[in-house]
């Protein structure tokens, strides 16, 4: 006799068919400069990987949640044009990420009208940190433009009238030169709201004089005085300060609005050296693996 109860959810692989979709669509339909490295690849995949978490995952419940990596490593056995290389595909995913820790970040430090509080994003998953909205750039993406769609991306607001291209602090750490523009004089009554799924769980203004100036760790990750964990935030704080400062004689404009520590959660929910002249020809991309594990 069978037992009666709650039904038993399995998570499922995303079947062949739609990688079939997400090859085609994603991948085989890029142009053709996007396909002659595995890194840019990688990161046409990576955007197959976000489709795939923001549509089908939602429309079914029972879909395998999968990190980039897994999902990279179906990608490669699903699309036919991607499948002979798919025994490096460990070494492929290594230069990626390492590619990705050298492309530039670009975003913004938004500012109140009393340049006393600045708004941060906090992550998605589980443990995320607060940081100052912000991304990496396209390729040939000016850094002005970048910082106006990753704000735009993460918080729904447009900085585009506000940004000053002269105004902005920037740091080298490591590869990756990360650029942040001021924008000041935002009222603390705007509502900001993420554009993209799965990315930004809570958007909130943080007091400038309570964000950490130094990391005892050396690390971009670290807490502040209030005990709040902070990414990527610390390196940018004492120039600001200093950048505030010198606007002291204009900050007579203060904002009176009631300040509320209003959170807004968001619905359920790294160059690579090897590979640079990819292309889809099988005997000269693995004479360059052998050479490269040698």
């Not at 502040?224 to 964990?229: D, E, I, L, M, R």
Request: hydrophobic share 40%.
């Amino acid at each position: 006799m069978a037992r009666e109860g709650n039904p038993v959810h399995r998570s499922i692989l995303p079947p062949q068919e739609l990688l079939d979709d997400l090859c085609s669509r994603f991948v085989l339909n890029a142009p053709e400069e996007e396909l002659q490295s595995f890194e840019r690849i990688l990161f046409l995949v990576e955007q197959a990987h976000w489709f795939y978490e923001d549509n089908t995952m939602e429309k079914n419940s029972n879909m395998k949640p999968l990190s980039l990596r897994e999902f990279a490593s179906l990608m490669f056995q699903s699309c036919a044009a991607l499948r002979p290389y798919i025994a490096h595909i460990d070494d492929i995913y290594k230069d990626f990420t390492t590619y990705k820790t050298s492309v530039p970040v670009t975003g913004a430090i938004i500012l109140d009208l009393s340049h006393e509080r600045c708004l941060l994003v906090k992550g998605w998953k589980v443990g995320a940190s607060w940081s100052f909205p912000r991304g990496k750039k396209s390729k040939d993406e000016e850094d002005h433009h970048c910082a106006t769609r990753e704000v735009w991306e993460e918080t729904g607001f447009d900085v585009s009238k506000l940004l000053k291209l002269d105004d902005y602090l920037e740091v080298v750490i490591g590869q990756q030169r990360i650029r942040l523009y001021i924008i000041s004089g935002v009222s603390n009554d705007t509502v900001f709201a993420p554009k993209t799924k799965r990315e930004i769980s809570e958007i909130k203004w943080h007091m400038v004089d309570e964000l950490p100036m130094a990391s005892t760790e050396m690390s971009l990750l670290n807490r502040g005085p209030t005990g709040v964990k902070y990414f990527m935030v610390w390196p940018f704080v004492r120039p600001l300060r200093a950048w505030i400062s010198k606007q002291i004689p204009t900050r007579g404009c203060k904002d009176d609005s009631s300040i509320k520590d209003t959170v807004v959660p968001v619905a359920a929910e790294v160059p690579g050296k090897s590979f640079r002249d990819f292309k889809f020809d099988l005997v000269e991309i693995l004479q360059i693996l052998e050479e490269n594990l040698c």
